[in-house]
């Protein structure tokens, strides 16, 4: 299989498993995160067919977390031997997947895992971040917003401050700086509404 058809397929697999996500992982997510990867690819010499696989395949682990048990490498593996990916691609994907995540706090070592972690991130700000903050708050059951406790989860308007706030600063490329400043602006603007109308 050359190494358009394993994008293809890859994509395939995504959509069906990840269409009915409902905890703003769902399959548009991750079809956004390659779309921004892509974007940030014009003006970064990377490797490309790296980059999109790994943005494919980056939250296959989250989708299936089982009592706190990161699976990302094994399914991952799992799936890319199937479809006959060679394994010095899937060690690099896997290496690129586990320097993505912010909770993990990793910080990445090559140009591919810097595109696809800030591929990701813009993903959580700007508009549809501020969707899928709520969308995910509601998901687990977190209230909207409480005016008198500003503790890390105390509710979804806090998780602006926990992690959506700071994103614009964690960016590694040119082009993910660019768009997350914007981003950034509309979030404040939208707080800055929220506390105007809660007030
Ligand atoms: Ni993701």
């Known amino acids: 299989m050359n190494k358009q ?3 293809i397929q890859t994509q395939a697999y ?3 498993t990840f269409l009915d996500e409902g905890t703003g992982h769902d399959y548009f997510h991750i079809e956004r995160v390659v779309t921004n990867a892509k974007k ?7 490797d490309s067919f790296l980059v999109e696989l790994a943005a494919w395949t980056h939250d296959i682990g989250d989708y299936k977390l089982h009592e706190g048990v990161d699976k990302s490498e094994e399914l991952i593996r799992a799936f890319l031997e ?5 394994e010095e ?5 896997l290496e690129i997947v586990s320097q993505v995540s912010f909770s993990k706090g990793n910080k990445p070592t090559t140009i591919e895992a810097e595109i696809v972690q800030d591929a990701d991130r813009l993903d959580a700000i700007g508009a549809v971040g501020i969707a899928r903050c709520f969308a995910y708050g509601g998901s687990v059951g977190s209230i909207l917003y409480n005016p008198y406790d500003n503790s890390k989860d105390a509710s979804s308007v806090q998780h602006f401050y926990d992690k959506l706030f700071k994103l614009k600063d964690l960016m590694n490329t040119k082009t993910a700086k660019k768009i997350a400043l914007s981003r950034h602006e509309y979030m404040e603007k939208f707080i800055e509404e929220f506390y105007h109308e809660v007030k």
């Open 5 to 7: 058809e394993i994008l």
């Open 82 to 86: 199937s479809i006959n990916v060679e």
């Open 14 to 16: 995504i959509k069906k």
């Open 89 to 93: 691609s899937i060690q690099k994907v």
């Open 40 to 46: 940030i690819l014009e003006t970064e010499n990377a």
